[in-house]
């Protein structure tokens, strides 16, 4: 018979060719791939062993019996009877109520511990009909299921998320339960609506969290928040002014959470207004009419909406955490205004000079527009263990105030911002500065005393420089030149 080869014995056999190999090489016979060509020998080898009927399973091992646990004795007294023995039929006791118990399964060896085994899982399910395997499924997903019930009940449900610093909100806030609120104007102020629900709840839950600082910046900002109280001496134009920086000291510094929360309180009412007008609507008339108020096209996008709420609810969260980092400052900045107001009247009962009142009060915008810049945590970062930029030009234009009077106080005062401006780095901060003193390029605000010590000290170095270099050169001996 011609040899044949291992893919040929595999398509004869219907078999892998892998396991021909396998076998062939664990009877000793040398094989290289599917294309090696075997022997009589080694093809009657595969024959026997891929055509042979298949070996039946060994039957399974005997259960052991569990062995009876021997009797335990007891020295009892001689009045006491003792304890029947029990039977397999459960025994009748009247007055009760007899239930059929039958005996306890077998338990598992080494794969459930006794004690970790609930209790309905034992007088509730039947398992001794069932194999060891069967039983030890079942008693896992029993355990599993009461682990899980336990902790369900046990365990409080999970808590909306709130806010906090350094989060976006539109996140949360877009997750709203209507579709397509642009498409017509019923949807769009019932996204309203449901917006200024959700709006509310965060803020809310956020306010609870923070109660007792909140309480801290109401007590600290409350005389910024009082009504502005006019000052005869005052112009109307003046009080008006006074009375909107007030005003703005109050929104940049305190929490805010009431302006929030009246805003989204009047939106609501707006959403509502609107959705009871649909209820008595004229169809005819808004059919006919473009411009009705129920179908006008005049009102913001519902995205545009949820911007400016995030925001709002945003700005309370940053200004918490302003206020936590720089509670002196806030409260320094308080009394400054109130100074200024104050220097501001005793000026005017004096009856200074025009020129001067318009001098001071261009100062104390100066020190709006500084308040306003520190407001989003500008010029409040200190190098190298030196005072914030914030708290040295405040006190320099507090100087500067103090002493309008004095000729040299505009020069001493653009010389000193100019030297805070050298420890600068943040572009921002060095133009704002630099515009905030109105600084000139390449300008000396030195003083003349101090300018007239440095062009003498310049011009002594220089004079001892040339002195020196005489000296040396006269010290210096001339090389006689030989004659040719």
Avoid at 367 to 391: G, Q, R, T
Wanted: hydrophobic share 35%; charged share 35%.
């Amino acid at each position: 018979m011609a040899a044949k080869r291992i893919y040929q014995i595999a398509k004869e056999f219907e078999c892998d060719e892998k396991e021909i190999i396998a076998f062939l090489t664990g009877q000793g016979i040398k094989v290289g791939n599917r294309l090696s060509a075997v022997s009589d020998d080694a093809y009657n080898l595969v024959k026997a062993k891929f055509t042979a009927p298949p070996e039946p399973p060994p039957a399974p091992a005997p259960k052991p019996e569990p062995k009876p646990e021997p009797a335990l004795v007891v020295n009892q007294p001689e009045n006491v009877q003792p304890v029947p023995a029990p039977t397999d039929k459960p025994q009748f006791v009247p007055g009760k109520k007899n239930k059929k118990k039958g005996p306890k399964p077998p338990q598992p060896e080494g794969e459930v511990p006794q004690d970790e085994k609930p209790e309905k899982f034992v007088t509730d399910l039947k398992l001794e009909h069932m194999e060891e395997r069967t039983r030890t499924v079942v008693f896992e997903a029993t355990k599993a299921g009461n682990e899980f019930i336990k902790r369900y009940s046990s365990e409080s449900k999970e808590t909306q998320p709130g806010l906090f610093p350094g989060m976006d909100p539109w996140g949360i806030i877009w997750n709203l339960k209507i579709l397509y609120p642009d498409s017509s104007p019923a949807r769009y102020w019932q996204g309203i609506n449901k917006l200024a629900t959700k709006s509310f709840k965060l803020l809310n839950r956020y306010g609870l969290s923070h109660r007792d600082l909140l309480a801290e910046i109401r007590e600290v900002t409350n005389p910024l928040g009082k009504e502005y109280s006019p000052r005869e001496i005052f112009t109307d134009e003046e009080n008006e002014e006074f009375a909107r920086q007030q005003k703005l000291l109050f929104k940049l510094f305190g929490h805010g959470m009431g302006m929030v929360n009246d805003s989204l309180y009047d939106m609501k009412l707006k959403a509502f207004r609107m959705l009871a007008k649909y209820e008595r609507m004229s169809f005819v008339d808004y059919l006919d009419n473009p411009d009705d108020e129920l179908r006008s096209k005049n009102r913001p996008a519902f995205e545009e909406m949820i911007e400016a709420v995030t925001y709002s609810l945003r700005g309370v969260t940053r200004r918490v955490r302003f206020y936590e980092r720089h509670k002196e400052r806030i409260i320094r900045i308080r009394d400054c205004f109130f100074e200024w107001l104050d220097g501001y009247a005793k000026l005017k009962e004096q009856k200074a000079d025009p020129a001067k009142l318009e001098k001071y009060l261009e100062l104390e915008e100066k020190f709006f527009n500084l308040i306003e810049f520190i407001s989003y945590d500008n010029l409040l970062d200190s190098k190298k263990n030196k005072p914030a930029p914030f708290d040295t030009v405040l006190t320099l234009i507090n100087e500067y105030r103090d002493n309008m009077d004095d000729p040299d106080a505009l020069r001493n005062f653009k010389y000193k911002v100019r030297g805070v401006t050298n420890i600068i780095y943040k572009p921002k901060e060095y133009n704002f500065l630099y515009r905030f003193a109105e600084l000139e390029p390449h300008a000396d605000y030195r003083p003349p005393e101090e300018i007239a010590a440095a062009e003498a000290a310049a011009k002594a170095a220089a004079e001892e420089a040339a002195k020196a270099a005489a000296e040396e050169a006269a010290e210096t001996p001339v090389e006689e030149i030989p004659n040719s």
